[in-house]
């Protein structure tokens, strides 16, 4: 199916699309500060620049976005117009996102993903539901978290 805007809109568009500041993040960050946590954001010292930063947990979340991230859930779906470019732009999100992950292991941060599906769409879950999974993680030992939306 051809796309009803012209390229150069279309691209506008998707340059517009900003990384920071999501309103999955936003959703993260105001449950978490109203549970208590007080962290850092986007911290460029750290792979990744993860979204949340809890320093006295050691631990880091990032909120990403099913498509961006490549998902397999109901909101990710490679576009049907430059499928190969999407594709490759994806993959490689993929992969820095595993290079992240592990240079932030090795420094010894935990980690935890909460996925765009978990917050919207058909899948979601109550935001308390999330953020109460998320302050039991960061009280607990466990290295990692990843937050997917039900049934995902």
């Known amino acids: 199916m051809a796309d009803i805007v012209p390229a150069e809109v279309r691209s506008r568009m998707m340059a517009g699309i900003g990384g920071k500041n999501t309103k999955p993040e936003l959703i993260l960050r105001k449950g978490l ?3 208590g946590f007080r962290f850092r954001i986007h ?3 750290l792979p990744g620049k993860p979204d949340i ?3 006295r947990f ?3 979340i990032f909120a990403h976005g099913c498509f961006w991230h490549g998902h397999d859930c109901h909101l990710f779906k490679i576009p049907s117009t430059r499928t190969e470019f999407w594709q490759a732009k994806i993959d490689r999100n993929r992969e820095v996102d595993a290079r992240n992950r592990s ?10 993903v909460v996925w765009e599906c ?3 769409g058909r899948t979601k879950l109550a935001h308390d539901e999330v953020i109460d999974s998320c302050a039991q993680w960061l009280q607990s030992d466990t290295q990692a978290l990843e937050i997917r939306g039900v049934g995902e």
């Open 33 to 35: 500060h109203a549970a």
């Open 43 to 45: 911290v460029a010292d």
């Open 53 to 55: 930063v809890l320093p």
């Open 58 to 60: 050691r631990a880091v």
């Open 103 to 112: 240079q932030l292991t090795d420094a010894g941060w935990r980690q935890a």
């Open 118 to 120: 978990a917050l919207k």
